[in-house]
């Protein structure tokens, strides 16, 4: 299944769902942060994903990590909430998803590093690089609230 992505956008399809979902910023120790290749758009992402049920949102990220990088990581803290009605994702199979999500930091307690079905190839990128790859720019927001290390987390 394919994803486009629209933010503020007013060709943007109207959205028929509202996702709660966690992201996690990983990093390696030499601060280099973790990405996948999103099969779905060709873009690179932090990895994250959904909320079940049965999941909290520090669980969420713990859990989406692990399926779609192979490593188990324990969450560290909150990079920040992010809401913003004007980011919208649009599925090819008619889902059209207002998504709500929490972005956490995590650190690595084990795993081995592994692509998944949701992405077509993994790796710890330094912060200077990150300009070079192709990424949403709600991706890069996050990511830029990380490194800024701000002393409150983000709230939008």
């Known amino acids: ?35 996948q290749l999103r099969r779905d758009n060709g873009l690179w992402a932090l990895p994250g994903g959904a909320m079940d049920m049965g999941d909290s949102l520090p669980g969420t990220a713990v859990r989406e990590v ?50 998944s079905e949701e992405s077509t190839e993994l790796r710890f990128v330094a912060p200077e690089e990150l300009d070079s790859l192709p990424m949403h720019h709600t991706q890069r927001l996050r990511i830029r609230h990380f490194l800024e290390r701000r002393r409150d987390p983000y709230l939008g």
């Open 66 to 115: 692990k399926e779609e990088t192979g490593l188990d990581v324990e969450v560290t803290g909150l990079v920040g909430t992010y809401t913003d009605p004007r980011h919208v994702i649009a599925y090819s199979d008619g889902e059209v998803r207002r998504q709500f999500n929490v972005c956490f930091t995590a650190r690595i307690v084990g795993g081995d590093l592994a692509v």
């Open 1 to 35: 299944m394919s994803r486009t992505e629209f933010y503020d956008d007013p060709a943007a399809p109207d959205p028929n769902s509202l996702v709660v979902a966690a992201s996690a910023v990983v990093t390696d120790a030499h601060g280099r942060l973790l990405l």
